[in-house]
């Protein structure tokens, strides 16, 4: 309709208008709505939030919140780490249009929209991974960001890990390098005896769990209290795929780090003059390597030290000129890769 086209709507069906919000909100409470209440809000019927109703063409009714969840996530699952800062906002906004009253039709059982659940709230999370451990029966992958595990997490998760352990199921784990320092761990692995394996990176992907590569959990919001279940086989294989990989380019937790070649110059300070040299602040880079920013300075003065640098411009310049600009190398080894960024997520099976 002239007047309210695309040029009015510049928007996804993650962050509707004002106007969007109101109509389709009507139509989840009541079930449907007139056709003549979006004439002002064409976007909803292009975005497919709302469609002809088969029985009386005179009104438009809702596509399930739980289904244009579905939607939004295939068409962001293949770009994972970039998709978390999205998806927080738009799972807050489909959450609530699904508790707004009336019950739209919900998928038949086995449907598209069933194998993508929200969880709101840590106790709804640690429940369906409680039920997730208790079926699992071959294998589980989890990738831990944020550095040092605390010891009263790994104490609370043992008696699942132990009786994972005693089912036969076996366990891998990413962490970043910076875990290596925490005691809590290396006992915790001691515990595990050949049950579990852990590797480390410098930096890994946002936290996530794989169980039997049937289902998956990953972060929905920064602040650890959502969750999504993922069921669907085409994501569940694309997180497979991407734990595979990191773990392939993953130094075994029993190995020692690789040299850095350099005199002085130690391979966390490597790391950080790299992300330096891609012009990162020092909080993002200690967030990145899962150490404290007071530490990722410390590490920074001895780069600047060592190299001879006054100021931070010529501590880029002497990065630059000691070839340290790029991703850490092993020396005689393959390459240690620098995966996406890692963030904070919801609560583990450990």
Request: net charge neutral; hydrophobic share 40%.
């Amino acid at each position: 309709m002239a007047g309210h086209g695309a040029q009015e709507h510049p928007h996804g069906a993650d962050r509707l208008c004002e106007a969007g919000d109101r109509v389709y909100s009507r139509a989840v409470r009541r079930g449907r709505v007139p056709r003549g209440d979006a004439d002002p809000v064409p976007c909803l019927l292009e975005l497919a939030l709302l469609h002809p109703d088969p029985d009386d063409m005179d009104f438009l009714v809702p596509t399930a919140p739980q289904e244009v969840m579905t939607r939004l996530l295939r068409g962001m699952y293949d770009e994972v780490s970039e998709s978390h800062r999205r998806v927080g906002s738009a799972v807050a906004a489909f959450e609530r249009y699904a508790g707004l009253g009336r019950q739209v039709r919900v998928p038949a059982a086995g449907a598209e929209g069933s194998a993508i659940r929200v969880l709101d709230g840590l106790s709804r999370i640690q429940a369906a991974m409680d039920e997730a451990t208790q079926v699992c029966t071959r294998e589980v992958l989890t990738v831990q960001p944020g550095g040092i595990r605390r010891e009263h997490e790994l104490s609370e998760g043992l008696p699942r890990a132990l009786a994972l352990r005693a089912r036969g199921v076996r366990m891998r784990d990413l962490y970043t390098h910076v875990a290596r320092h925490g005691q809590g761990l290396l006992n915790y692995m001691e515990l595990m005896g050949d049950a579990a394996e852990a590797r480390t990176l410098d930096e890994v992907i946002d936290r996530l769990i794989l169980f039997d590569r049937t289902v998956a959990f990953i972060p929905a919001s920064a602040d650890h209290t959502m969750a999504l279940e993922l069921r669907h086989p085409a994501l569940v294989e694309y997180l497979v795929t991407v734990f595979e990989r990191q773990w392939r380019l993953a130094i075994p937790l029993t190995a020692p780090l690789p040299d850095t070649g350099i005199e002085g110059i130690s391979h966390r300070e490597q790391s950080i003059a790299a992300l330096l040299a891609e012009g990162h602040q020092d909080a993002v880079i200690a967030e990145r390597l899962g150490i404290s920013v007071r530490t990722c300075r410390a590490h920074i003065a001895r780069l600047s030290e060592t190299l001879g640098a006054a100021s931070r411009t010529q501590l880029g310049v002497r990065i630059a000129q000691a070839g340290l600009d790029g991703p850490p190398r092993a020396v005689g080894a393959g390459a240690v890769g620098v995966p996406a960024a890692p963030g904070r997520g919801s609560p583990t099976v450990r």
